[in-house]
């Protein structure tokens, strides 16, 4: 979805570097999320925000921390990285309400490589 | 927690029906259904959404019976284009504990 685009796409990095990713979008949706994902074991929801000054722990955040500057904009940062945390990671935006009925839209995706 | 359980894999040809059922036996009065699919290097994309009974839209048909402990997802004459990956999503209140699944990945064959 080109509305909801992640930079950067591809990332390769050393254990203890700092990372930041991006995320921005122009659907105009209060609500954004960031998920990682492995093989075979899905998405799983890392932070989530309902608006600027939301900012709510998902089932896996230890590790990471985020940041929402702006409506349209919510990154994940990873303070030390470590190996583990090598995965696919997508940022996805809702419409406010209760996220039962709200489809998400997603991001292409940033792999990260984390040597 | 509305943990989902769904086939790792299925094949099938082109023009054919695939149906691809979720189990869902803990979901919550208040949780909707939803499936998405996910093509590689791409991120997960809406396809449909119910609570009960059948929903249909232009790509797919969900089908919930009334216990709503399971649901299908129904995709009429798949073409290879329909080869990705088929999450089914339970959500809810409790967002904390949000659960995609492994998801299924379907194989269309010519």
């Known amino acids: 979805d080109a509305d909801v685009t992640q930079t950067p796409r591809n990332r390769i990095t050393k254990t203890g570097k700092r990372i930041m990713l991006e995320c921005s979008q122009t659907?105009?949706?209060?609500?954004m999320y960031w998920y990682r994902q492995d093989p075979g074991l899905g998405l799983r929801l890392i932070y989530y925000?309902?608006?600027?000054?939301?900012?709510n722990k998902g089932e896996i955040s230890d590790g990471y921390s985020v940041s929402r500057q702006a409506q349209a904009k919510f990154s994940l940062s990873l303070e030390s990285a470590i190996p583990n945390q090598t995965a696919l990671y997508f940022c996805?935006?809702?419409?406010?309400?209760?996220?039962?009925?709200?489809?998400?839209?997603f991001g292409d995706g940033t792999r990260l490589s984390i040597l | 927690l509305a943990k989902t359980t769904q086939p790792i894999s299925m094949d099938s040809y082109e023009g054919q029906e695939v149906n691809i059922t979720c189990s869902h036996n803990?979901?919550?009065?208040?949780?909707?259904i939803t499936w998405y699919q996910q093509f590689p290097s791409q991120g997960p994309r809406f396809i449909i959404q119910?609570?009960?009974t059948k929903v249909t839209n232009e790509v797919a048909s969900l089908f919930i019976p009334a216990d709503r402990k399971s649901s299908t997802l129904s995709l009429p004459r798949v073409s290879l284009s329909d080869t990705a990956v088929y999450y089914c999503?339970?959500?809810?209140?409790?967002?904390?504990?949000?659960?995609f699944g492994s998801g299924t990945k379907l194989n269309v064959k010519p």
């Open positions: 996805a935006t809702s419409e406010t309400g209760d996220l039962s009925n709200q489809p998400q839209h």
């Open positions: 659907k105009g949706h209060d609500r």
């Open positions: 925000s309902f608006d600027v000054k939301d900012i």
């Open positions: 803990n979901i919550a009065t208040n949780d909707y």
């Open positions: 119910g609570y009960k």
């Open positions: 999503l339970v959500g809810g209140f409790n967002f904390n504990k949000f659960y």
